[in-house]
């Protein structure tokens, strides 16, 4: 497109010779590629297309990370919107020769695996790259109270408090509580008939409201940590518990 890339080539003594270049950071479009020298015929132009490419760094990681967006290849001067999977999440302005640079967002909260950002502008161009989330499970939580074949309450219907111990993932990470009247348990290690199951996403605790207290009887509970890419530790073991002193 008029403007040198490579100089200095030599051919062997055939005629034949062999370069790679690096292309010119460019608009969107198509460009044309000459060769030409002082003992050189003219030769007919080859045609190549430079297309919208995004880059993202880092490419993996988990949530709440600042995730940088960079891409070249966009038409010149032209407003940009960065998408991640169907939310939008930044926009950038392209400069002179269609590119943007240091466009940052913090990776919003969702499953682990594959997610796709999109940069995309009102003439229909886009480019995408895929950004993975981690997906490394949060460790198992260890029961504090009530402590193994404890008693709790006195008479009647009681609403005990369950207590855990906390852990920590990059992706955040909240609590499932689940009491059952028996300690079988699926496959996947919750109960096969919990009577309580509840998401607790602030603290290492839980108190059973009035709606859920427990009358006299044997119980059983069971924690497990899911963080914000929904990787999922193993339940903790069963403890029981008694509901009640009387009888």
């Keep these: 497109d008029g403007e040198a890339v490579v100089t200095g080539i030599r051919a062997d003594g055939t005629g034949y010779w062999e370069e790679n270049f690096y292309v ?3 608009p ?3 460009y044309g590629i000459t060769a030409e020298g ?4 003219d030769i007919g132009e080859l045609n ?3 297309k919208p490419d995004i880059v993202l760094s880092p490419d993996e990681g988990h949530v709440g990370i600042d995730l940088t967006a960079t891409g070249h290849g966009f038409a010149a001067n032209e407003d940009v919107v960065i998408m991640y999977d169907d939310s939008q999440v930044a926009t950038a302005e392209t400069n002179d020769k269609g590119s943007f640079s240091g466009v940052s967002f913090l990776v919003p909260v969702g499953i682990h695996g594959a997610h796709q950002v999109t940069a995309g502008y ?3 161009n886009a480019a995408s790259a895929i950004f993975t989330m981690e997906s490394d499970p949060p460790p ?3 029961l504090i109270s009530p402590p193994d074949g404890g008693r709790v309450g006195f008479i009647g219907r009681v609403t005990p408090t369950f207590e855990w111990s906390e852990v920590s993932d990059d992706s955040g990470v909240y609590y499932n509580l689940q009491i059952a009247t028996s300690e079988n348990v699926t496959d996947t290690g919750e109960f096969a008939d919990p009577i309580v199951s509840k998401n607790v996403s602030v603290g290492t605790s839980y108190t059973l409201e009035e709606t859920e207290a427990l009358p006299l009887g044997t119980y059983y509970w069971i924690v497990q940590a899911v963080d914000g890419a929904e990787n999922e530790s193993d339940w903790t073991a069963a403890r029981s518990f008694r509901a009640g002193l009387l009888p």
């Design 28 to 30: 969107t479009g198509e």
């Design 122 to 124: 009102a003439a229909g």
């Design 38 to 41: 002082e003992q050189t015929q």
């Design 140 to 142: 198992v939580p260890e």
């Design 48 to 50: 190549f297309e430079i």
């Design 24 to 26: 010119p950071e460019m």
